[in-house]
């Protein structure tokens, strides 16, 4: 089952305090703000056997990915 609650969203966040810009891997151009209860449920939930987590994207669909930490 996906998540479906505050997830991220286009543009810029006016409570920025609510979330995490996010690099994406092998793409600088494009960064991600991620909502801080999508890392509460990250922590609360196991990943799918691959690692990913699925979310719920208005508009998209189901999106799955994988954070990952460090430099790359």
């Known amino acids: 089952m996906a998540y479906k609650g505050p997830s991220g969203l286009v ?3 006016e409570d ?3 979330y995490t810009l996010l690099a994406v891997l ?3 151009e494009i960064g ?3 909502h801080r209860e999508v890392f509460a449920y990250m922590a609360a939930n196991k ?3 691959e690692g ?3 979310f719920y994207v208005e ?3 189901r999106m799955r990915f994988q ?3 460090g430099n790359h």
């Open 11 to 13: 543009g810029v966040a």
């Open 16 to 18: 920025k305090e609510n």
């Open 26 to 28: 092998g793409r600088s």
């Open 32 to 34: 991600v703000y991620v």
């Open 47 to 49: 990943p799918t056997p």
């Open 52 to 54: 990913d987590y699925l």
């Open 59 to 61: 508009g998209c669909g």
């Open 67 to 69: 954070i990952i930490e």
